[in-house]
């Protein structure tokens, strides 16, 4: 199982990224998806979830409002539209699957990306 995150970059506040995630070697559709982000010094968190068909979409509260995820079951690809980026969104961004129903709790997907590094600067 490979996930293949990209589309970081550098990017003023206020701006916009796309960040896309290739997934192979799974049943894409069978899986739900989900980013999370790690910044310097502090644990990964939770951003997004799409469930499995791409009709529930779950959303941690610091993002609500500025950041889309959606996902393309015929091209195994999930998305994660950011806008109004802030200073504090700066992190590495990893894409995650998961058949388990917990879609906000870390430890219980079960394939990672390889992350891709938003910077956002002031």
């Known amino acids: 199982v490979q996930l293949q995150a990209f589309g970081g970059g550098l990017v003023q506040a206020g701006g916009s990224l796309r960040l896309s995630c290739a997934a192979s070697?799974?049943?894409?559709?069978?899986?739900?998806m989900g980013w999370f982000r790690q910044a310097p010094g502090k644990e990964r968190k939770f951003v997004a979830a799409v469930s499995w068909s791409g009709v529930s979409t779950y959303y941690a509260d610091s993002v609500k409002g500025r950041f889309t995820i959606s996902r393309d079951n015929a091209k195994n690809t999930v998305y994660l539209q950011m806008s109004s980026l802030k200073p504090e969104d700066t992190a590495v961004y990893y894409c995650?699957?998961?058949?388990?129903?917990?879609?906000?709790?870390?430890?219980?997907?079960?394939?990672w990306g390889q992350g891709t590094q938003v910077t956002v600067s002031s």
């Open positions: 070697g799974l049943t894409f559709s069978s899986y739900a």
């Open positions: 995650a699957a998961t058949q388990n129903v917990a879609f906000i709790q870390r430890a219980f997907y079960d394939y």
